[in-house]
């Protein structure tokens, strides 16, 4: 068995950044999403740049804010300011949450915690009626679910056991044999993000190179004794987001579009580009790569993109999960 | 006009007060309704209305028509729904038709019986309870089927029958009375009908258009038949009915008298008509009319009235689908022609309530019902059957009558036909109790005068359940004060205001040989609706957390802080119990318990009365726009509520409150609703999306299997509320889901407007509550 | 107690009318309106007394009312009966209906409908009505008459 690509990682407790319910976007049906905290790639674009460290973070509500001033006394490090729009100075700011303890509304929000399995089965499986009526479950997003195999593993096979429709989203940066063995067995539906077809960019543009990735694809897409060929394609979804300049090329989508028709695949979804988050992590200081568009892609582009595509194709919005702050 | 015109001629000669109440009662309604204006409108294939004017106001001087004495000469120049009156009309009120009345009006008669009682003294400080028998006895379905499954004339037949039967016991007299005021009543209905025939013929002679003419000639037929004889046709069992809701409508105020599952009522007719070749726009057209002439009247409210309480339609419900008495699946082809009307129309009344069997109706009629909800944007609202029918059989009704239950003016289900249910006879306003809780039997509005029961003062207590002993104290004071303000006025009608036609209109009453208001129907109960229950599930559970539990703050601080209207320096407290987790709607344990708490001391008291007639009392939590009103009035809660802010609505939770669809609609589902058998109304506004259709029904199925019992939405974002708000005029159709009922936009009060635009909206998209502000 | 005897002697009917129904408007100008409840019910004697249109308001009406001030200042008893009025000082249960108000605003405020904030009245408790309301209902058109009919409002 190889090691873990995520080792660094999974030394942390597995923390989840949002429970989203009745969400509608993450596979059929009406959902609850689990957002983990934690991603081994770090991509440009990534919409959710507090989801990719696995530790605790602080988020500022400024709607929820009174401007009391008790998180200004509480700081320890001096970090939190009225007068600043975004209240925390995240240089400065050691993440020790004194500011959140002391905060009487909820205008500062501890952003991660931790979930013993039993409460967040619990907490998933009061929606079950959901679920049930409209085709729906639980999808496990992130950051990467796969960073948190045994944890993951022991909360889907609790769904499993109550009969719940399970799905992961998931970058394909994972341990095969250990998802194969824990995660595997457990799940319906496994959304799987193809980024770039090329290993150089890849490597650039989210810090790791794509082979993991593909051959963890292979091998979802390769036989297996216990499904049938319509089975397999039915529980891989690959994604693919479009970034402008980046992703959303022709030569990649070709490239990509090549490459899963070659391993079988009947049918793939397409994540059209949503600029807001880039005011969001400017604000706060965080280099954003000045190639990034700062549009939605319009409809012809859309067009173009999906035309590259000879089977069914499902273009999805995006956009959910927002964070006020991170 | 006429209506009190004619009453009061009657009762100031011709009438006997040697006769028995119910006797007197059967000649009045004879003269009022033989003396009826026969009016037909323009436009309309249906005879008759309620009014003398195609549309009009009806006063009912023996309720509360004399209220409206004092603005008499302002009222056809103030702002809120203003009412045209003429010089000669104000002057016959004022002279000659109001003073009959000064000591004669239910309201008055009732006082007077009983020495000007606490219970009725309470009532008059506003913010505690409303009694409406004062207005009139109504909340209830009729018997329509018996109109067009039998005619007048075979009702008249067995009255008689019955009248001549033997016997001369003092109660054989009685019943004997009844009967006979039975025939009169009827025999006056007839009259009128055949007037109608008579004015519709004359109108034919001098018409020019064929086609009018051609209509006015059918009118006249029909109305030489129905509702004497059983009807023949869709259009001629239409009209029966309408021709005796016109005369209900003299007999008492139309307050949500209901039309009961027409869907099932008219099928026969309708399903026969189409065999001999009407088409369905002509059935759509017929039930359009019906619809139309349903809203042929308006209520009339004193300014204050409609200040605070203003708004309101007349609520008939009208009740569709569901399952039959067998529990088959009873949605039939007019069903769905019903469906197209209210689509096609977007009318007020009738308030459309679609039922629904989880698992034994089909999705593709709830998939309809969805999408004449999005188009319509608020019509109609959803009953969960297997509920209804669990609250129903838990009260007495039989299950085949449980089964064939109908809607009653917001929500409350209701043994249609059979039950006198006066589902709306009692609104508590629940934060009342939680005053004189905090007070110890004092309430803010009423100072230092001593209203409910001496109890410690809250800032002396040192339990929870110290407290919620002083709210069981409080409630159950105002419980028995409202009880016996009811059955006052339920003694007042019985003895001045018997209503034959109603009652030869309901079953129950023929075999008793009993009125209505004396307990002749089948069924006998009295509902009461609570007002206010989130925010005082909300408040009660702040108390507990903050004070008892965690001891952030002291019992007096949070006293002083809902004093000073969580003004500075008590934002940090307020930020603190409004952030709190802990709140109706949401997954919170502690509030959950709270609720069923409250609920089921609610039950169980009410439970515990007998009203006038030996029935029951049921609660329900509906509000129409009376969590406004009361709202207006009563200052801040311990909820973080601020002073003179809306309360949520019905069983809603407060906006801002619970921030996750699912969860509210979990937590709503499962609170024990054969408890609730007044039924409830979960009003909840949806953010209009076209791509999020089919979750829509999602969302009603699964709240219906968890066990809910009623929810309704408004599909309509807040821009384009707040839009209406200002430029009323682009907005003249607006029409919205109150509490139970639907209304105009631009006739609400504003602080119901205000409640709509700041009510809970989730954008179904993201099952995420989008916060007000 | 304002004598209208005294104020009205020596004038002319018209002439009298004429100040008594001025005093009432100014009554309802003054900041607390105190003088609004006499001023009203001396414009409202002398109404009947000389103007017939106005007294068949209280043709064939037997009436009696209590209004009295909260803090126990003002205590009139107003007896309508066979087209006559009587005003007394006094304090009395056999009546039809008791009005206890806060101030000659806040009674204002209740009874006429052209100055009227209902929000206001309600939440500062201002007037609380104790008896047959029809009988309140009767006065408050009486009052709004005379207050439209002197500001050429009438309809």
């Not at chain 2, 909340?139 to 329509?144: A, Q, W």
Request: net charge negative; aromatic share 10%; proline share 5%.
């Amino acid at each position: 068995m190889t090691a873990s690509p995520t080792a660094n990682l999974t030394t942390a407790r597995p923390l989840v950044f949002d429970i989203k319910r009745h969400a509608l976007e993450d596979g059929p049906g009406i959902r609850s999403t689990v957002f983990f905290k934690g991603c081994p790639l770090t991509c440009l674009w990534c919409q959710n740049p507090e989801s990719i460290d696995p530790g605790p973070e602080i988020g500022f509500y400024p709607r929820d804010c009174i401007k009391c001033g008790d998180c200004v006394s509480a700081c320890p490090v001096s970090a939190c300011a009225l007068e600043d729009p975004f209240l925390i100075d995240r240089k400065r700011c050691t993440r020790c949450g004194d500011c959140v303890e002391a905060c009487p509304g909820r205008a500062l929000r501890l952003i991660g915690r931790f979930y013993p399995v039993d409460e967040l089965v619990d907490i998933l499986l009061r929606d079950k009626t959901f679920y049930e009526v409209s085709g729906g479950g639980v999808t496990f997003s992130g950051g990467e679910p796969t960073v948190f195999m045994d944890y993951a593993a022991a909360v889907l096979k609790a769904l499993k056991d109550s009969g719940i429709h399970t799905a992961i989203q998931t970058n394909g940066f994972f341990a095969w044999e250990e998802f194969e063995e824990k995660i595997l067995p457990y799940v319906d539906l496994i959304m799987f993000d193809v980024k770039l077809a090329d290993a150089d960019k890849h490597r650039e543009y989210t810090g790791q190179s794509n082979e993991l990735i593909l051959a963890n694809l292979k091998n979802l897409l390769a036989e297996r004794p216990a499904a049938s060929s319509a089975e397999r394609a039915e529980a891989v979804l690959p994604r693919i987001p479009l970034i402008p300049e980046f992703t959303a090329t022709v030569e990649n989508l070709r490239s990509i579009s090549d490459l899963l028709k070659g391993l079988g695949v009947k049918k793939c979804s397409l994540l059209p580009y949503n600029p807001t988050w880039i005011s969001k992590a400017e604000n706060f200081g965080k280099n954003v790569d000045p190639r990034l568009s700062r549009y939605l892609l319009t409809p012809q582009e859309l067009k173009k993109y999906q035309d590259i595509f000879s089977w069914p194709v499902c273009v999805q919005r995006t956009g959910r999960s927002e964070l006020v702050t991170f | 006009m006429e209506l009190p015109r004619n009453i009061t001629h009657y009762m100031k000669h011709p009438d006997n007060p040697a006769d028995s109440p119910e006797l007197r009662a059967g000649k009045l309604y004879k003269y009022v309704m033989e003396n009826k204006r026969p009016v037909i409108t323009d436009e309309n294939l249906l005879a008759g209305t309620t009014t003398a004017r195609t549309i009009g106001v009806v006063l009912y001087p023996d309720f509360m028509a004399l209220s409206i004495w004092p603005e008499l000469e302002t009222i056809s120049r103030r702002k809120k729904n203003p009412f045209g009156i003429t010089r000669a009309e104000i002057d016959e009120l004022n002279f000659d038709i109001f003073p009959y009345w000064l000591d004669r009006t239910i309201q008055e008669v009732a006082r007077k019986d009983n020495g000007n009682p606490l219970c009725q003294r309470i009532m008059e400080r506003i913010v505690f309870y409303i009694a409406t028998k004062v207005y009139s006895i109504s909340h209830t379905v009729p018997n329509y089927a018996m109109v067009v499954e039998r005619g007048l004339l075979d009702i008249i037949r067995e009255a008689r029958e019955r009248e001549l039967s033997p016997g001369s016991s003092k109660e054989d007299r009685a019943k004997k009375d009844f009967y006979q005021a039975v025939q009169l009543s009827l025999n006056g209905i007839i009259s009128y009908a055949a007037n109608l025939s008579r004015e519709a013929d004359r109108l034919a002679a001098k018409e020019v258009d064929t086609k009018r003419r051609q209509e006015l000639l059918e009118m006249a037929e029909v109305c030489k038949r129905v509702p004497a004889e059983r009807p023949r046709t869709f259009r001629e069992a239409l009209n029966a009915i309408w021709i005796c809701k016109i005369a209900l409508h003299q007999e008492n105020a139309n307050v949500a008298l209901s039309l009961g599952r027409l869907d099932q009522v008219l099928y026969p007719f309708y399903a026969e008509d189409i065999k001999r070749g009407m088409t369905l726009a002509e059935a759509v057209e017929l039930i359009g009319c019906f619809w139309l002439k349903i809203a042929d009247h308006v209520p009339l409210s004193p300014e204050t009235g409609e200040e605070l309480f203003g708004g309101s339609g007349s609520n008939q419900a009208v009740t569709l689908g569901g399952v039959d008495i067998k529990g088959a699946d009873a949605v039939n082809d007019l069903t769905y022609v019903v469906l197209k009307a209210t689509e096609l129309l977007r009318l007020r009344d009738p308030n459309v309530n679609a039922r629904y069997y989880p698992q034994v109706s089909k999705k593709e009629y709830l998939d309809r019902l969805c999408e004449v909800n999005i188009n319509t944007g608020a019509t109609p609202c959803f009953h969960n059957d297997a509920s209804a029918v669990e609250a129903l059989s838990g009260q007495g009704v039989s299950l085949e009558h449980a089964r064939d239950y109908s809607s009653v003016g917001c929500v409350e289900p209701s043994s249609g036909g059979r039950t006198y249910g006066h589902t709306g006879c009692i609104l508590m306003n629940l934060t009342s109790a939680l005053e004189m809780a905090l007070w110890g039997g004092k309430h803010r509005l009423t100072e230092d005068e001593q209203i409910g029961p001496k109890t410690k003062p809250a800032v002396a207590m040192t339990s929870f359940a110290e407290f919620k002993k002083a709210m069981e104290t409080q409630l159950g004071w105002l419980i028995d004060q409202v009880v016996t303000l009811n059955n006052n006025l339920g003694r007042a009608h019985q003895e001045i205001h018997p209503t034959p036609m109603l009652s030869a209109f309901m079953e129950g009453c023929m075999e008793k040989g009993k009125d209505v208001i004396s307990g002749g129907a089948t069924y006998n109960s009295s509902g009461a609706a609570m007002i206010g229950l989130a925010d005082v599930v909300d408040s009660v559970t702040a108390i507990q957390e903050f004070v008892f539990d965690k001891k952030k703050f002291t019992m007096a601080e949070i006293i002083s802080a809902i004093n000073a209207d969580w003004s500075v320096p008590y934002k940090k407290l307020q930020a603190m119990v409004k952030a709190s987790p802990e709140k109706f709607g949401t997954d919170s344990r502690m509030a959950r318990a709270n609720a069923d708490w409250l609920i089921g001391f609610l039950h169980d008291t009410f439970q515990g009365k007998e009203n006038y007639r030996g029935g029951k009392y049921t609660v329900g939590y509906w509000t129409m726009t009376n969590h406004a009103g009361f709202g207006a009035l009563t200052g801040a809660l311990p909820s973080g509520r601020m002073k003179n802010e809306p309360f949520a609505s019905g069983i809603t939770p407060v906006s801002g409150s619970a921030p996750v669809l699912t969860s509210c609609l979990n937590f709503v589902a499962r609170l024990d609703h054969t408890r609730i058998a007044d039924g409830h109304a979960l009003n909840l506004k949806y953010t209009p999306s076209t791509t999020t259709m089919s979750r829509f029904a999602d969302t009603v199925e699964a709240f219906f299997k968890m066990g809910g019992l009623q929810v309704q939405f408004n599909i309509i974002d807040r821009k384009t509320l707040e839009d209406a708000r200002k430029y009323p005029e682009k907005y003249p159709d607006l029409f919205v889901r109150v509490s139970g009922y639907t209304a105009y936009f631009k006739d609400l009060n504003p602080h119901m407007q205000q409640e709509i635009i700041t009510r809970a909206e989730y954008d179904l998209g993201t099952g995420e509550e989008q916060k007000y502000g | 107690m304002f004598d209208i005897e005294k104020f009205i002697s020596g004038l002319s009917v018209d002439k009298a009318m004429d100040r008594l129904g001025e005093r009432f408007l100014k009554s309802l100008e003054d900041e607390t309106a105190e003088t609004f409840l006499e001023a009203l019910l001396a414009f409202m004697k002398i109404k009947f007394m000389f103007d017939p249109a106005y007294r068949k308001n209280i043709e064939e009406f037997r009436g009696r009312y209590q209004f009295r001030s909260k803090d126990g200042g003002v205590a009139v008893l107003v007896n309508f009966e066979d087209g006559d009025m009587k005003i007394r000082e006094k304090t009395s249960d056999d009546v039809n209906v008791t009005v206890s108000f806060k101030d000659g605003r806040a009674l204002m405020n209740f009874l006429l409908s052209a100055n009227r904030d209902i929000l206001r009245g309600l939440l500062n408790n201002e007037v609380l009505v104790a008896g047959n309301l029809n009988y309140m209902y009767k006065f408050g058109f009486m009052a709004n008459h005379l207050q439209l009919e002197l500001t050429g409002n009438l309809p």
